[in-house]
């Protein structure tokens, strides 16, 4: 049985930028049985580290920044739906009490950051650092959910669009909620779940109504994002072999 917190499955999705957490959210929104949230945490980063992302004034005045009260008036709020699903991004996992771990239902999203430290750059307008990335704090949030017991499942974003039914499938499963045909396609255009931010980071996203095939990179990798990926990649190898596969 799926893991309850007051009568409802909290699904914690815990991401780094430029995956295909938006599109896993939308997924999850299509679900009858499920309200999805965007980002809850991000104001709250913004205020206490200086990030220097687009819009970053506008996202703060339109949300509460304050991150427990987050916590307490989002994540572990009552609700009238059996499910409700949060996406996250790893690095607001700052200057907060990681209590709450203990009643969600977590789930791990990663990357080749090959593929995601250049459109991390061209997202953000600049030259990104780790904290950016959310690679600095997966395997510590992953140490510390085995810790309370747990056993997150891991997705990978190329593993996810090689086979959305069959890895969706999986982590259904894993989560021990119902699989639902709905999850593979939506509407194109913004969503009522999208954050204030989406104008800066979905563009492309909106175009779409569904998960789209992969197609890996063929542009050279940035020479200046050299040093960066050094520091990212022993983090995404440690992941791999754990994540869920296309084709099971």
């Not at 307490?72 to 700052?94: E, G, Q, S």
């Not at 974003?157 to 999850?183: K, N, T, W, Y």
């Not at 200046?224 to 990649?233: K, M, N, S, V």
């Amino acid at each position: 049985m799926a893991h309850k917190y007051n009568g409802v499955v909290r699904i914690c999705l815990w991401s780094s930028p430029r995956n295909i957490s938006t599109a896993l959210m939308y997924s999850f929104a299509q679900r009858a049985d499920t309200y999805a949230f965007d980002e809850p945490h991000y104001g709250h980063y913004l205020r206490v580290v200086n990030a220097q992302h687009p819009g970053e004034q506008e996202v703060m005045a339109a949300m509460d920044c304050n991150g427990d009260r987050v916590t307490r008036n989002v994540i572990l709020a009552p609700y009238d739906r059996p499910i409700v699903f949060f996406k996250n991004m790893t690095h607001h996992l700052v200057d907060l009490n990681l209590d709450f771990l203990e009643h969600t239902v977590n789930i791990l999203l990663t990357r080749n950051p090959v593929e995601m430290l250049p459109s991390l750059q061209k997202g953000l307008g600049r030259l990104p650092i780790l904290r950016d990335t959310g690679f600095g704090g997966q395997l510590d949030l992953l140490e510390r959910l085995k810790s309370l017991g747990q056993n997150p499942p891991i997705l990978e974003s190329r593993e996810l669009l090689l086979d959305p039914p069959g890895v969706l499938r999986q982590l259904c499963a894993h989560i021990d909620i119902p699989f639902d045909e709905a999850m593979l396609s939506w509407p194109p255009g913004p969503k009522p779940e999208d954050g204030v931010w989406a104008k800066y980071w979905y563009h492309n996203l909106h175009k779409s109504t569904g998960f789209q095939p992969y197609r890996p990179k063929t542009e050279p990798f940035p020479d200046e994002l050299r040093p960066l990926l050094a520091e990212c990649q022993p983090v995404y190898e440690q992941l791999l072999p754990h994540v869920i596969r296309a084709g099971k």
